[in-house]
């Protein structure tokens, strides 16, 4: 995949996937995902329209936040002949955060279907931008996963610092955010306070304006998805 490492000391996985990779920000410059990405910024884009191309967008996101998983190898056997195969050494877990967050599992369950989905509700406070958490269903053995949380948007990184400490507190150990569009902001507050989760975007605009949003961005990212 066409892919951007932005961070200067990106380390590379291992083989296989043996070693995660040290805080990277990585932005998927695929040409189909820039297309996808051009859709779903466009205010004329109506919601099936964002809801379709924000499928492909995560699904692409979704594979390249996943290259460097750990597999084991398992003996297959075609109709032919005993074969090897792989398969994830590791359980995986989806944590969308509520509400733009369930916009990009669509995308990506058909990939991964045995995928547990876990949940966090959090809702950004509208005239202090301050995460609210209201709710979180997260499973029991998060330490033995490699752990996706999903959210269209990394703005002022409240929302997300809030899901990985929560995910952190309930014992996760590997965390990936996967973000359409983030800001220098938001990967600033996430490398401040979880240096060790890494981030897969498709973008990194300009900034934050005067009501947190980011410029340009894509406008309220569960308003439109939800087309509320
Ligand atoms: C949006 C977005 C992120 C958050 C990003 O959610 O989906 O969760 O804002 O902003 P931050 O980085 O400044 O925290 P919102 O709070 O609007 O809730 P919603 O998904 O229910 O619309
Ligand atoms: N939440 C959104 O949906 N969009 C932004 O630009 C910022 C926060």
Redesign the pocket.
């Known amino acids: 995949m066409n892919v951007k490492p932005v961070v200067e000391n990106f380390a590379t996985s291992g083989k296989c996937g043996t070693m995660r990779r040290m805080q990277p920000v990585v932005i998927v410059q695929h040409p189909l995902a820039q297309c996808h990405l051009a859709a779903i910024r466009a205010v004329g884009t109506p919601s099936h329209d964002f809801r379709r191309h924000l499928n492909h967008l995560a699904r692409m996101l979704f594979l390249e936040a996943t290259s460097d998983l750990p597999v084991r190898e398992i003996s297959v056997q075609t109709p032919l002949k005993q074969t090897h195969g792989s398969q994830l050494a590791r359980p995986l877990v989806c944590v969308p955060i509520l509400r733009?967050g369930l916009g990009l599992l669509d995308g990506i369950l058909p990939l991964v279907p045995d995928a547990v989905v876990a949940h966090v509700g959090i809702r950004?406070n509208e005239e202090t931008?301050l995460p609210h958490a209201y709710y979180a269903n997260l499973p029991a053995n998060l330490s033995a996963a490699d752990v996706f949380i999903l959210d269209?948007?990394l703005?002022?990184g409240g929302?997300a610092c809030e899901a990985a400490r929560q995910l952190k507190e309930a014992g996760a150990l590997r965390i990936t955010m996967i973000c359409v569009?983030s800001c220098p902001e938001g990967l600033a507050a996430m490398k401040l306070a979880h240096p060790d989760v890494a981030i897969v975007t498709a973008a990194i605009d300009a900034g934050?304006n005067d009501k947190?949003?980011?410029?340009p961005?894509?406008?309220?990212?569960?308003?439109?998805y939800f087309g509320t």
Do not use: W
């Open positions: 733009a950004r931008a269209p948007m703005a002022t929302s569009v934050l947190c949003y980011i410029v961005g894509l406008g309220d990212a569960g308003d439109r």
